[in-house]
């Protein structure tokens, strides 16, 4: 994961890690200082050693802090990924059951226009059968307009029940949708408080380590001071 921020592990240690051999230990310093300094040049080279140990310690304490952060977002985000997974297996689920109603929708439509339209053919074979019986032609006409009617109301219902199942099938994807969009833009509360906690932690290292940065700097200007006045 790239950081956003400017102070990260890597940043850290190009700037602000120190060799151990690249200071000499305070014991060390003050051995040979007393050998040839005096006592204020002693003391301000002691401070120094100093200075030089707390930037390693907080350097060494920040970059394993940060570290510690970095994982815990890691670890954060392997948790949103799995607990996203039974929304897109609802997701998923919810495209099959739509294809399979509309799909039902269909063949209910191919059903009744077939069923209509053999019943219509039965009629009409009826009516022209019934020529010269006044009254059979006229109860075969009248069960034609009936069935007629029927048929046309049969396959005007099941379009209709195509397109209400459309649109429900459509809102049920678009809610699923928004749900898995929703969850992945808020987060997990524990997603929020682990990059909040590396926000914190990288504003209190940048502090501490400009103040131990500014206190070696103030210290080394004193020691050119005081050996400038043969202190």
Partial sequence: MESPYPFVIESLESRMLFSAATFPSVASVSDRARKAD?????????KIAEDQAK????????????AADFAAIKQQLVQQRGDVLPLLAQFRADILTGKAQLSSDAAALRSASLAGKSLIVTDVAAVRAARGDPVGLAAAKAKLAIDQAQVKSNILAAREKIRTDAAEAKATLQADRQEIRDFRANGS???RAA???LLDDSRECRATMLQDKRTLAADKLRLAADKRAGL
């Fill in 55 to 66: 930037l390693r310690t907080d350097t060494i304490t920040c970059n394993a802090l940060l």
């Fill in 195 to 197: 990059r909040q906690r």
């Fill in 38 to 46: 005096s006592d204020v040049i002693i003391a301000d080279k002691q």
């Fill in 189 to 191: 509360d524990e997603l």
